[in-house]
Every structure is written in structure tokens, then in C-alpha cells.
């Protein structure tokens, strides 16, 4: 709980091996303060929540023991820029929102292991690691935006993408990159390119001088009228 908070709270855990049923991160700060989680790794069963003013950085290796999900109004960071601790989905899966009302995550972490990634209505959420130790799909529901800072980070060449009408799967940050996962897309802004990734919110994403432009080399299939915007260069030969 942050709201006594006089400034950013370090929590570290020293216990190894540590299982937790969820985490939730709740109370407001007027100064913005946040918690930052360090430490040994965790194991998670049931999810992450964020409730009032908090904004959490979890650096800490997280591993998933069932299919759960991050929900909040509020940020939530999983690693740094500087600090890529590794998100093993260990054949679960993970979803970003409840479908209801905005969340926001940023997963500087490396995804590995096997497990899928869904954005429901109102998720933004950034892949910002090299996580080619991931084999799954992500899929993008309208109203919901995914972002990607690496062109690894949609995982392993063979995994899908799936996003629907409404809603974005953008690039970001990318110098000559290629992209070879299949992508399923349609709908308005479907495809988009930015020179800075708008990241999953709450601030602190990465945004530099690099030229973006992404080639994509996996299939491509419209589920319907699409188009593809940004003010960088976006190349398709799949």
C-alpha cells in the first residue's frame, strides 16, 4: 500500500522459492511515488492487480504456475531499460486487462517458455525484450494496442499473431528490423510504425533517435479492410 508513502519503496524478497497466490499493489501517492519489488524469484498462481495511484517495477524473475492475468488502472512494469529479469510463462498464459477500463503493462522482461499473450479491450501493453525462448501466440482485441520495441519480441519466428478490428499491433524503435511471426490483421490502424514506442503507460518507455522501420517477413492475412499507419517506413514481403 503506497499511500503512506514519503518516497519510491524498495521491497526486496529474500526468501527463495517464494509461491504467491497474486500480488496487488493499492493506495495513492500525491507525489507519485511507487514500489519497486526486487529480490529472489517468484512464483504466481493468480495474477497482478493495481488499485489507486500505485505504479510498480517488478524486477524480480517471475515465473507462472496457472493462466492469470495483470489488471489495474495503473502501470504496471515488469523489469527496466537496464534491467531484464526473465517472465517464464511455463505453459500458462497471460492476459493484460479485464475488458473493462484501461491497463497498462510494459514487459521489459524476457518471455520465455510456452504460453500465450492476450490483450482484452482497453490493454496496451509493450514487448520490449529479445524473446525468442517464447513459442505461443499474442492476440490483440479491439480497443487494445500492443506495442513492440524488439524485433524479437513477438517470440519465436513460428509463433501468430492475431489482432482485431480495433485494435493495434505497432512497431517501434526498430532500425532495418525483420519480423517473420504470421499476423493476422484488419481494421483501421491495424499495422502501425513509430519512430518512439508509445509504451503500456504510466511513462518511461523507451523512446530514442533510431529510424523505425520494420520489415515483415511472416504471412500477412487482412480479417478485413486494413490500414497501416505511422510516420516511419513499414516494408511487407511475406
Do not use: K
Request: charged residues 5%; contains cysteine.
Amino acid at each position: 500500500d503506497i499511500t503512506s508513502l514519503s518516497s519510491d519503496q524498495t521491497l526486496t524478497n529474500n526468501i527463495t522459492g517464494l509461491t504467491v497466490a497474486s500480488m496487488t499493489f493499492q493506495g495513492t501517492s500525491s507525489n507519485s511515488y511507487q514500489i519497486n519489488l526486487t529480490g529472489n524469484a517468484i512464483t504466481i498462481s493468480g495474477g497482478i492487480v493495481t488499485a489507486g495511484g500505485s505504479n510498480p517495477v517488478i524486477y524480480n524473475n517471475l515465473t507462472l504456475s496457472a493462466s492469470q492475468s495483470i489488471t489495474g488502472p495503473n502501470s504496471v512494469s515488469l523489469g527496466d531499460l537496464n534491467t531484464t529479469p526473465t517472465l517464464n510463462l511455463n505453459g500458462f498464459n497471460l492476459t493484460v486487462g479485464s475488458g473493462s477500463g484501461n491497463t497498462y503493462t510494459n514487459i521489459y522482461d524476457t518471455v520465455t517458455g510456452t504460453g500465450n499473450i492476450s490483450l482484452l479491450s482497453g490493454a496496451n501493453a509493450l514487448l520490449n525484450g529479445s524473446n525468442t525462448g517464447w513459442s505461443g501466440s499474442a492476440s490483440v482485441a479491439s480497443g487494445a494496442s500492443l506495442n513492440v520495441a524488439n524485433v524479437a519480441g513477438l517470440g519465436a519466428s513460428s509463433n501468430t499473431v492475431a489482432v482485431s478490428s480495433g485494435g493495434s499491433l505497432a512497431f517501434c524503435d526498430l532500425s532495418n528490423g525483420s519480423v517473420a511471426q504470421s499476423i493476422n490483421v484488419g481494421g483501421t490502424d491495424g499495422l502501425e510504425t513509430f519512430l518512439g514506442c508509445g509504451n503500456g503507460g504510466g511513462g518511461g518507455g523507451p523512446v530514442d533517435n533510431t529510424p523505425a522501420q520494420v520489415t515483415l517477413t511472416g504471412s500477412i492475412t487482412l480479417t478485413a479492410d486494413t490500414t497501416v499507419n505511422g510516420l516511419r517506413t513499414m516494408t511487407i514481403t511475406g
